[in-house]
């Protein structure tokens, strides 16, 4: 049995490949979406950075989870970090079972006040509630 799940894995992921993409992941001001810092799994996880040398306040994140077979999976999870000290990061991460089946997207993004919006978004697939994810290839 364990066989046979591992073949028709396989066969699925060369059918679905996953590609990663990046879109907008810095900003001048120093809030980053650390690229090939979103990982699935049962959660996902990402990393936000402040590289800048000023604190930054309320800054309001999201992850959102969207597609799958027949576009049936739309999770979002959203968050608030009060502070990020400058040349600190912080670990974002999903709440709740993420249940599917297919290629998702992923999409990570925070913003707070002074800071331009930053972005990333990367191409996955779900398999019951195991997200796997690409690394970003430079």
């Given at each position: 049995?364990?066989?046979?799940?591992?073949g028709?894995?396989?066969?699925?992921?060369?059918?679905?490949?996953?590609?990663?993409?990046?879109?907008?992941?810095?900003s001048?001001?120093?809030?980053?979406?650390?690229?090939?810092?979103?990982?699935?799994g049962?959660?996902?996880?990402?990393?936000?950075d402040?590289?800048?040398?000023?604190?930054?306040t309320?800054?309001?994140?999201?992850?959102?989870?969207?597609?799958?077979?027949?576009?049936?999976?739309n999770?979002t999870t959203?968050?608030?970090?009060?502070?990020?000290e400058?040349?600190?990061?912080?670990?974002?991460f999903?709440?709740?079972?993420?249940?599917g089946?297919?290629k998702v997207?992923i999409?990570?993004?925070?913003?707070?006040?002074?800071?331009?919006?930053?972005?990333?978004?990367i191409?996955?697939?779900?398999?019951l509630?195991?997200?796997?994810?690409?690394?970003?290839?430079?």
């Amino acid at each position: 049995m364990n066989k046979k799940l591992i073949g028709i894995m396989a066969i699925l992921l060369l059918f679905f490949p996953i590609t990663t993409s990046v879109i907008g992941a810095n900003s001048e001001r120093g809030l980053n979406i650390l690229p090939g810092k979103i990982n699935g799994g049962f959660i996902v996880k990402a990393t936000l950075d402040n590289s800048g040398d000023e604190n930054i306040t309320d800054i309001n994140w999201s992850i959102t989870i969207k597609g799958g077979l027949l576009n049936r999976v739309n999770f979002t999870t959203r968050g608030t970090i009060e502070l990020l000290e400058a040349q600190a990061s912080a670990l974002l991460f999903t709440k709740g079972i993420i249940v599917g089946f297919g290629k998702v997207t992923i999409t990570v993004s925070a913003t707070a006040s002074g800071v331009e919006e930053v972005s990333e978004t990367i191409q996955g697939f779900l398999f019951l509630i195991y997200i796997y994810t690409m690394p970003i290839l430079d």
